[in-house]
């Protein structure tokens, strides 16, 4: 994964948790439950990073431990699941920063639900 220096310390610890689980081989169907799934993840660690919405710690370390998983559900190997986050950084790029970080933005509020539900597990 492409993390940036100013990135939370409990996102560099999902980013490395997830780093090291990413050796598989064959990817997925874009129609996939879990791929989408892994979009959303995805979508969680690049607005902490981007947008600075707060991660904490034990929500980073599930949303870590879920990309794994995904990532291994998938068989994507490190190429295809790197392929797969960047091509997730461009579309959020595309829609747009300033919408996307916007602090009561309709994403901002979905990443509270979704940031909550990783707080349970």
């Not at 940036?4 to 409990?10: Q, R, T």
């Amino acid at each position: 994964m492409r993390f940036h220096a100013a990135l939370p310390f409990a996102l560099a610890t999902a980013a490395a948790i997830c780093a090291t689980a990413v050796f598989a081989t064959a990817p997925a169907r874009a129609s996939d439950p879990a791929e989408e799934s892994l979009k959303s993840l995805y979508r969680i660690a690049l607005s902490a990073e981007v947008c600075e919405f707060a991660l904490p710690t034990r929500e980073a370390n599930a949303v870590g431990k879920a990309m794994n998983q995904i990532i291994a559900t998938l068989s994507l190997d490190e190429d295809k699941a790197e392929a797969f986050y960047l091509k997730v950084e461009a579309e959020m790029q595309a829609e747009g920063w300033d919408k996307l970080c916007a602090k009561n933005g309709q994403w901002a509020q979905t990443y509270r639900q979704l940031i909550s539900s990783y707080a349970k597990k």
